[in-house]
């Protein structure tokens, strides 16, 4: 009996290094083997990954080699192509944004960068909807013609994981997005991205897991080498292969693929995905660390309850204060007063523990305290 043709294509090729011939080679293949559609004539926008401006090697955002290598295959056939990003609502400030991570090197006859935010916001609500009333978009997105999400694979010390779905979070203002995080279950948090997703699902989908981050990311874990790039049509699609780098073995136990899957945006399970230019046993970066969360290791319906007994919060290690106070502004439910100069102190019973503090403070000053159950996590 013949197989059952698979839903969705994932294309995938090895690349070690960024260097740019590498780069670009292994793009291609990895394009042509996700049977990427000819974009002719028009303009693209690539949503890349630009969370903070941190330096490439990082790897808290995609590669500006991968951006390069995608920006040059989109320009092919006379299209205008963009690269802009809404980062973390604390670094607005483009040139330094674009100089540190990059991409502002990038720009030349044909390829413009920017942020998202430049052509303001529009208001969206949809009755499909299941945990926000309204979001507000990036009008810049919203009316783009062709968009490739080009997601960094990285590790999220709420989501667990962060690549195609969660890229698209980016593209939300800080009011939406401090909405999303001023929840205290991951499930609802997993809802409301994918409620910004299903707005205006990205076109086409490419992955920099050529090094990708572990342990605590997305801004303060460690590069790794998995020496991947993915890409395919459908995000969540994309995303189980992603996952397969990290070594999830049933990507539905992460509530926000479990979420996605269950609002029918991809596939529900790995048999309906074609993976072509590798083996799914060939895609593990065996002894991967995870995000330390031992809110994973439950069964969903445990979840909520034991949120605030096994999740993870922040604690300031004063010595490597700036005392910037980027970690008031972006506290969604404002736990947190910092006079100017002065350092921050955590209201306890006000934080609803979403580490956006952490993932925002620019020196690691606003460290992860694990609890002795995250730490036996940490090593599962
Ligand atoms: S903890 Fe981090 S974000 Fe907060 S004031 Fe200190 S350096 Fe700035
Ligand atoms: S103090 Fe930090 S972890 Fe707590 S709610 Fe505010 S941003 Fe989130």
Redesign the pocket.
């Known amino acids: 009996m013949s197989e059952p043709e698979k839903e969705y294509i994932v294309g995938a090729a090895r690349c070690e290094s960024y260097a740019p011939q590498e780069v670009k080679g292994a793009l291609a293949l990895a394009l042509s083997r996700a049977g990427a559609p000819e974009v002719r004539g028009g303009s693209v926008l690539i949503k890349a990954n630009m969370l903070s401006p941190s330096e490439p090697e990082k790897a808290v955002t995609t590669h500006p080699e991968v951006l390069r290598a995608l920006a040059g295959e989109m320009s092919k056939n006379g299209n205008a192509v963009h690269i802009a990003d809404n980062p973390g609502y604390v670094h607005s400030e483009k040139n330094r944004l674009l100089r540190t991570t990059g991409v502002g090197a990038l720009v030349s006859n044909g390829v413009s960068a920017g942020l998202l935010s430049d052509l303001g916001f529009r208001a969206v609500r949809r009755d499909s909807f299941k945990a926000l009333q309204e979001a507000r978009i990036s009008s810049r997105y919203l009316d783009a013609p062709f968009v490739v999400n080009a997601a960094k694979l990285k590790t999220h010390v709420e989501t667990e994981i962060s690549c195609c779905v969660k890229n698209i979070f980016g593209t939300a203002d800080t009011a939406t997005r401090k909405k999303c995080h001023g929840s205290t279950s991951q499930a609802v948090l997993a809802d409301a991205i994918t409620d910004l997703f299903t707005v205006r699902p990205p076109d086409f989908n490419v992955v920099d897991a050529v090094f990708s981050m572990e342990g605590d990311g997305p801004s303060h874990g460690k590069p790794r080498n998995t020496g991947w790039i993915l890409a395919g049509e459908n995000a969540l699609a994309v995303d189980w292969a992603a996952s397969a780098i990290m070594c999830y073995s049933d990507p539905l136990k992460i509530p926000l693929m479990a979420a996605a899957a269950s609002r029918g945006i991809g596939p529900r399970d790995r048999s309906q995905i074609a993976l072509v230019g590798a083996e799914w046993s060939d895609l593990p970066s065996w002894g991967f660390k995870k995000s330390t969360s031992l809110i994973r290791l439950l069964p969903t319906f445990l979840r909520g309850f034991a949120h605030g007994f096994v999740s993870l919060r922040?604690e300031?290690?004063?010595e490597?204060?700036?005392?910037?106070?980027?970690?008031?502004r972006?506290c969604p439910v404002d736990a947190?007063a910092?006079e100017a100069g002065a350092?921050?102190a955590i209201n306890r019973p006000s934080c609803v523990k979403c580490l956006c503090?952490h993932e925002?403070?620019?020196?690691?000053?606003?460290a992860v305290h694990k609890n002795f159950l995250a730490r036996i996590a940490g090593r599962v």
């Not at 490597?320 to 008031?328: K, L, Q, Y």
């Open positions: 922040p300031l290690a004063r490597e204060c700036v005392r910037c106070g980027i970690c008031a972006v947190i910092c350092y921050p503090c925002m403070c620019p020196t690691g000053a606003m």
